[in-house]
C-alpha cells in the first residue's frame, strides 16, 4: 500500500454546503492529482500540480479549486456542493521522473442531497 | 494525442483458468503503459507497468503484460485466476513526449473469477 492518505472516506452532505476534501502522501512526492470517478466507471483528471505553489486543471471540467501550499498536501475544496457533484475522488501522487507510477489514495466517496 | 481502449466491460473466467485483460493504446510517441486493479470503495492499486526493456513484464499477485508494439497492445494476463482476482482493471498509457506525465485511463474491464 502507497502512503496517501484521503479524509474523509465517506461524506453525505446537503447541497450548498462548502466541503474540503483532505490528500496527504508521506513519499515526498512532487507531483499530485485530482481524479473524479463514477462507480465503476472510468476516471476523469480534475486537478494536478508540478510541485508547491503549482496546480493545474484537468481534462474534465470541474467547479472545485485546490490548493498546494507544502509539497505533502493537495487538498480539493467544494465551495457550494450541489447533486451533481456526488462522485468518489480519488487522490495520487507520484515522482517527478519519466516513466513515474502514480500511487492512489482510497479516496473519497461523496454524496450530495 | 494518446488514447487507450479496453474492449470488453467484463471478463467471466473460472477459477484455475486463464485470465487476460485486453488493452490497446495510441501515442505519438513510444508509451509508458500501466495496469492498475480496483477493488470495491478502494483506490486505485499499481499492477505493473512497460517503460522499455523486456516486452514480458512481471507484477504483483502473479499478473504479467506483454508489450506488442506492432499490435499496439499491452494485454494483462495471469495462468491461473483466483476468486480474490475479481475487480476493476484499469489499462492506463502515457506518451514518452509528454513532457508532464499525465496519464490516459482506459474505461475500465470488470473481471469476474467464479468458483
Known amino acids: 500500500e502507497a502512503d496517501i492518505y484521503q479524509t474523509p472516506r465517506y461524506l453525505v452532505i446537503g447541497t450548498g454546503k462548502k466541503i474540503t476534501l483532505e490528500c496527504s502522501q508521506t513519499?515526498?512526492?512532487?507531483?499530485m492529482y485530482w481524479y473524479q470517478q463514477d462507480p465503476g466507471m472510468e476516471l476523469h483528471l480534475i486537478h494536478y500540480?508540478?510541485?508547491?505553489?503549482?496546480?493545474e486543471k484537468g481534462d474534465l471540467s470541474s467547479e472545485s479549486t485546490v490548493s498546494r501550499i507544502r509539497t505533502e498536501h493537495f487538498p480539493l475544496t467544494l465551495e457550494s456542493a450541489r447533486p451533481s457533484h456526488t462522485s468518489q475522488y480519488l487522490c495520487?501522487?507520484?515522482?517527478?521522473?519519466?516513466?513515474?507510477?502514480?500511487?492512489f489514495g482510497p479516496g473519497t466517496r461523496l454524496l450530495v442531497l | 494525442a494518446q488514447s487507450v481502449a479496453q474492449p470488453e466491460d467484463q471478463v467471466n473466467v473460472a477459477e484455475g483458468n486463464p485470465l487476460t485483460v485486453k488493452c490497446t493504446y495510441s501515442?505519438?510517441?513510444?508509451?509508458?503503459l500501466f495496469w492498475y486493479v480496483q477493488y470495491p470503495n478502494r483506490g486505485l492499486q499499481f499492477l505493473l507497468k512497460?517503460?522499455?526493456?523486456?516486452?514480458l513484464v512481471k507484477g504483483s499477485y502473479g499478473f504479467e503484460a506483454e508489450f506488442n508494439k506492432s499490435q499496439t497492445s499491452f494485454h494483462l494476463k495471469k495462468p491461473s485466476a483466483l476468486v480474490s482476482d475479481s475487480a476493476l482493471y484499469f489499462c492506463?498509457?502515457?506518451?514518452?513526449?509528454?513532457?508532464?506525465?499525465?496519464?490516459?485511463f482506459g474505461a475500465g474491464t470488470q473481471v469476474v473469477v467464479t468458483p
Open positions: 495520487a501522487s507520484s515522482e517527478r521522473a519519466w516513466g513515474e507510477t502514480q500511487y
Open positions: 513519499m515526498g512526492h512532487d507531483k
Open positions: 500540480s508540478y510541485g508547491v505553489n503549482s496546480t
Open positions: 501515442v505519438s510517441g513510444n508509451p509508458y
Open positions: 512497460y517503460i522499455t526493456g523486456d516486452n
Open positions: 492506463a498509457v502515457r506518451d514518452n513526449i509528454d513532457s508532464w506525465g499525465k496519464l490516459q
